[in-house]
């Protein structure tokens, strides 16, 4: 028991360099804060050696919020929700008009094939 319990402490320490960077335990840290359209200060810690992006969404709300209290990002960021979806409608009337192009050309192959339309 106490030999497993050991061993798993082993190898955590044999991954240390790496482990150590992902938690970030030793890593110095600098407080960010954004705001987003909603007034919503939300601070992000960063790596002090990381470049705090310019955006940043909102945990509360999603919408995209910058450093500048006085001027935080437009809220642009529900948008692609209704493109998404938009895209979505738009792909499937696209195929609805592919099928509806389909069978308006077997119609009218059908129709050339009989004779009733002569072109
Ligand atoms: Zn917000």
């Not at 482990?19 to 200060?41: K, N």
């Not at 955006?55 to 450093?67: E, I, V």
């Not at 738009?90 to 129709?111: G, H, K, P, Y």
Request: contains cysteine; neutral net charge; hydrophobic residues 35%.
């Amino acid at each position: 028991m106490a030999g497993a319990g050991n061993a798993i402490r082993g190898s955590r320490v044999g991954a240390g360099p790496m482990g150590e960077a992902e938690r970030g335990d030793t890593a110095p840290r600098r407080a960010i804060t954004y705001f987003c359209s909603h007034d919503h200060r939300s601070v992000i810690t960063f790596a002090v050696e990381a470049v705090p992006p310019e955006l940043w969404d909102c945990p509360k709300c999603g919408l995209p919020a910058s450093m500048d209290s006085d001027n935080p990002p437009p809220a642009t960021k529900i948008e692609p929700y209704k493109t998404h979806l938009a895209y979505v409608k738009e792909r499937r009337s696209d195929q609805e008009a592919e099928v509806i192009l389909d069978e308006a050309l077997a119609l009218l192959r059908s129709r050339r094939k009989s004779g009733d339309v002569i072109f």
